[in-house]
């Protein structure tokens, strides 16, 4: 037996829909880890076969199993987000952990997977553990480098405002998940800060100071600002109303929320007057 077989299985799940464009990079990335006992679990909602093909390219010997659920006729759809997808290739791994990446995310730190890995071997107190984030623009410039709490009291204490993980940068044990019931399906916003959420009833939670993946975020027009941070608003309420009795959470935060989603209502030039009064994290 080598070394790499005696090294405990990671689960990396994608789930995805037409995004042909892109999720080669994201695979890539995942291939490209130091960490080497791994299986790719891609689940594809798409109605095309796009990234069945881009799939098709990768020889058979490398770690990668493809679902489309087009084809086997399974219950998705878009609007169910990404929840019913990863759940079906996460029961589907005897991986120990499971690690999620997106489908337009890229794991710029090779080394990512070998850290976590280590770290939660470890540190059996711990269920799930994250790291930073880079935002590129179009031009492949660096728009935003963010950083999360690092230690378990202050991920809790963010989880409301500043925020407390990036979903492709976790990695999280697998019969955790399990106990917890892997996501909800019903959830319609933040099915995965309502994951970790839950995780954390079990167990600390921990964020390595290092920026693990990248994205791409594209140029919107006004209107997709707008749904877009409207979007994110609602996402801290329904997980305020979901979670207030385990996690540490003031007024403030609270009235911070609804002023978010409140103001995403108004026009431009009165909700960039409320931002810089309350928004400026």
Known sequence: MNN?????????????????????????????????????????????????????????????????????????SKDRNEAGARNMGIRMSKGKYVAILDDDDIWRDKEKLAKQVKFLEDHSDYVVCGGGEIIIDEDNKQRIKKM?????????????????????????????????????????????????????????????????????KGSQNESGRVKYFRRNAKNVIELIKRHRNNYPISNKAVLIAWLRYLSSFLPNFLRNFLKSIFFKS
């Open 148 to 216: 999360f709490p690092e230690k378990d009291e202050d991920i809790r204490r963010a989880v409301f405002t500043t925020g407390a993980f990036v979903h492709s940068a976790l990695l999280y044990r697998k019969d955790a998940w399990e106990k917890i019931g892997g996501y909800d399906e019903e959830v319609r916003f933040g099915v995965d800060g309502d994951l970790y959420m839950r995780l954390g009833r079990l167990g600390k939670l921990y964020n390595f100071q290092d920026y693990f993946i990248s994205f791409v």
């Open 4 to 76: 790499t077989e005696k090294q405990p299985l990671v689960l990396i799940a994608i789930a995805t829909y037409d995004r042909a464009e892109c999720i080669k990079e994201a695979i890539d990335s995942a291939l490209d880890q130091t960490y080497k006992n791994i299986e790719i679990m891609i689940v594809d909602g798409s109605p095309n076969s796009k990234t069945k093909e881009v799939i098709s390219r990768y020889p058979s010997e490398f770690p990668i199993r493809y679902i489309h659920e087009e084809e086997n006729h399974t219950d998705y």
